[in-house]
């Protein structure tokens, strides 16, 4: 072989996969820590009896107690550092004595580098107690002791609702993160300088530019390891280096912004949106405090993650959720500020009561902090909390919540039918779309061509021109995009509706053939399924285009039953019905006359379900035996047809005057926007020529009539001695293009 040959050989596979040589160098600062399974120590902190002081920023030395990491803090406050987060510049810490409200007092970060994490925080007044008050969720048990308790109260606690009987206040403390208080011994601190989460968003580390001068930061390679240096399989110089992956076979796909620690990279994900498998393969969120949450589905277009929680509660966790430091928000626009009561008599309103958290005895109910103490019956409760901006959808105790997130933006690169990733060679948390890598089954057109050609025998070359061939698939491909037209009109059944866009079928055509969120599902029955949020399913009837307007109906023929989970904040669709009321809903075990809604299918033998509009007089109707049930507001007045039929429409896409002009609507290409373009309805195969080539006739769009006939290939209608053919020779589609061939 020639040797210059060889020379370009080796550098090329330098370049993919040994490296420079001087990254053989050992790394003068590796990572350390102080036991197997404990946080990686790299900078900006430093392992003090493994690592040089040249290895840290001022303010992040570190040290091993026993096997433990340990920060110490000013004012002698210790904690062990159980993980750190080097993306997203955030410790998660303990206390060595497991007792967070002890160290309070002593507290004081203002010479430290470190702020709190938690942004939720409280000015608090301590009281110690010789008689036990019954509001269990302010005792500190951990300062607690024989004969005495501590109680902690936000200083704004109305004096009035506490009972300090035999209490003696100690002190107040300010800007308290809310956390340290739940009591489960986790405490979140962030830092900001210096700002190395841009180097580990790219896949790098971060150390000092110039040792001796220790005034500014870079971002370098991370080191190899030693088994990392060699060319590795060839495979491995062509593979997509974050491909998507899943923790079992139906799962959620995973790729960016997210990363599944366990089979993907660290570079491969955003900061903050790393997930993990459970042994039950279910795909795991941990977000801030704790709260561990299964992601069922992850709508990347929408930016939009549809969770559940692990115990089938959610609510339970709701103490805990603080989004302040993670770059997810509540997807629920609808959000209330609640009170809960731990209750021991039985409350007849159900649709307070959070049947998960209740237990033998007593039940847990929740009432918004707005109500009037007046219409509740709180005999025999008592108030454990408050808690402010509780997405409504967690209370419905449905087990599910929807998450959004704004950063990355890659819902545009999804709509366009591309993937999102970091910028390359950037240094800050850019991102950029890029092609779909394709999957192993794809094959290239060409192949795909000639195979046909070879198999099917349609073309005869000795009959016809090499060139003109070649031509003619060239056109093929250019006019088809393709193989075949992905996002031809589909239906779920013979007569069911016709599905284009901005409406796409999730089995049959590909993610860029629909507008975000328009995605449709066949059922087994075959019928056209929406899914809405909160898992609301109906089966669309009718798709008015060119209105803009769906006719929709409900699997169980009980549209009523779907209303409390009815939430189209964040779908792109709303209520067409102009007239919409907010109701009030009654359990009745005696027939009402005068109700603005009978909801029959509801109701089952000894009671019904009735409706009443929400500003109704009372004293109008005979509610006798009628327990009030729960309200609902904007209910459409379709609804009252009793029909079971919901129209529904959407103004975005502004497909409509496609439609009006008798044209398709589509997205536009070339555009790093969602916009949309009318174009010419795609024609119907009936709109052919014909064309004899040696023993074999064949038909194509009129598109090719004038290049074959140049050609000396004939076209004309069906020759009458094919006429009495019956079945075709081959039918093989080609892009836009049937071509169909018949024998002599």
């Given amino acids: ?202 896949g790098k580390f971060c150390r000092w530019k110039n040792i001796s001068a220790r005034l500014e930061i870079e971002c370098y390679d991370r080191p190899k390891s030693k088994e990392g240096h060699g060319v590795g399989h060839p495979d491995q110089l062509l593979r997509d280096p974050c491909p998507e992956a899943s923790c079992k076979k139906d799962g959620p796909a995973i790729r960016f912004p997210f990363m599944l620690k366990e089979k993907q990279q660290d570079h491969c994900g955003y900061p903050g949106f790393e997930l993990s498998c459970t042994d039950r393969k279910e795909t795991l969120l941990q977000l801030p405090n704790s709260v561990k949450l299964y992601v069922n ?27 302040s430091t993670s770059p997810f928000q509540f997807g629920d626009m609808e959000q209330d500020d609640y009170s809960f009561f731990n209750c021991t008599s039985w409350k007849g309103d159900t649709s307070r009561q959070l049947a998960c958290l209740s237990g033998p005895g007593y039940d847990i109910f929740a009432y918004y902090s707005y109500s009037s103490i007046g219409y509740s019956d709180l005999t025999s409760c008592t108030k454990m909390y408050n808690l402010s901006s509780i997405p409504w959808e967690i209370l419905w105790q449905n087990n599910i919540l929807r998450l959004n997130w704004s950063r990355p933006e890659c819902g545009l690169c999804e709509a366009r039918g591309k993937f999102c990733r970091r910028k390359n060679n950037s240094a800050g948390l850019e991102t950029e779309c890029y092609d779909k890598p394709k999957s192993k089954e794809v094959a290239t057109v060409g192949s795909v061509l000639l195979l046909l050609g070879m198999e099917l025998k349609i073309f005869q070359v000795m009959d016809m021109d090499l060139s003109l061939l070649c031509l003619l698939l060239l056109l093929l491909v250019s006019h088809g995009d ?141 509610l006798t035996s009628c327990s009030k049930m729960y309200n609902l507001s904007s209910v459409p007045d379709d609804l009252n047809s009793r029909d079971n039929i919901l129209h529904l429409n959407w103004s975005k896409p502004a497909c409509g005057l496609c439609g009006a002009l008798g044209k398709f609507c589509r997205l536009k290409n070339n555009t790093d926007r969602i916009e949309t373009e009318c174009y010419d309805k795609p024609k119907s195969n009936e709109d052919v020529a014909w064309g004899m080539f040696g023993d074999r006739i064949s038909f194509y769009p009129e598109l090719f009539t004038p290049l074959l006939s140049s050609a000396n290939t004939t076209f004309s209608s069906i020759p009458p001695k094919f006429k009495s053919l019956n079945k075709p020779f081959a039918d093989v589609p080609i892009g836009n293009v049937s071509v169909i061939s018949y024998r002599k």
């Avoid at 929408?302 to 103490?319: F, K, Y």
Wanted: with cysteine; aromatic share 12%; proline share 7%.
């Fill in 482 to 622: 393709g193989l075949k037209d992905m996002c031809q009109e589909a239906r779920c059944k013979k007569h069911g509706p016709v599905i284009r866009f901005p409406f796409r079928i999730k089995g049959k055509q590909p993610d860029y053939c629909g507008y975000p969120g328009f995605d449709l599902s066949c059922t087994d029955r075959k019928e056209t399924l929406l899914e809405l949020p909160t898992s609301v399913k109906l089966y669309i009837k009718n798709i008015d285009y060119a209105s803009e307007l769906i006719t929709a109906t409900d699997p169980e023929n009980c549209l009523p039953r779907q209303l409390l989970n009815f939430n189209l904040s964040t779908s792109p669709f709303k209520f067409a019905a102009r007239l919409q009321r907010d109701l009030d809903f009654f359990n009745c075990t005696s027939r009402q006359r005068d109700s603005y809604l009978w909801t029959s299918c509801l109701g089952v033998p000894g009671y019904d379900i009735y409706a009443f509009m929400s500003g109704s007089i009372v004293t109008y109707f005979d």
């Fill in 297 to 323: 589905k992850i709508d990347y277009a929408s930016q939009l993650l549809v969770a559940s929680d692990p115990h089938n509660c959610l609510p339970g966790q709701l103490r805990n959720f603080s989004l």
């Fill in 1 to 202: 072989m020639d040797l210059s040959v060889v020379g370009l050989l080796m550098l090329v596979l330098v370049g993919h996969g040994v490296g420079h040589p001087g990254q053989l160098v050992p790394d003068p600062c590796p990572e350390a820590s102080c036991k197997k399974g404990g946080p990686a120590i790299r900078f900006p902190f430093m392992l003090k009896e493994k690592q040089s002081d040249n290895c840290s920023y001022p303010g992040f030395e570190l040290s091993c107690d026993g096997k433990e990491t340990l920060l110490q803090l000013p004012n002698s406050v210790k904690l062990y550092v159980n993980k750190i987060d080097y993306a997203s510049q955030l410790i998660f810490a303990a206390d060595p004595d497991k007792c967070l409200p002890k160290q309070l007092r002593s507290f004081n970060l203002s010479t430290s580098p470190f702020q709190f994490g938690d942004k939720q925080q409280y000015d608090y007044a301590f009281f110690n107690c010789t008689s036990l008050k019954g509001d269990t969720y302010q005792r500190l048990a951990c300062l607690s002791g024989p004969g005495y308790d501590i109680f902690a109260y936000t200083s704004d606690y109305l004096i009035s609702y506490t009972d300090l009987t035999s209490c003696t206040k100690i002190y107040n403390l300010s800007s308290v993160p809310m956390e340290v208080m739940r009591q489960e011994n986790i405490l979140n601190l962030t830092w900001s300088v210096p700002a190395c989460r841009l180097c580990e968003a790219q």
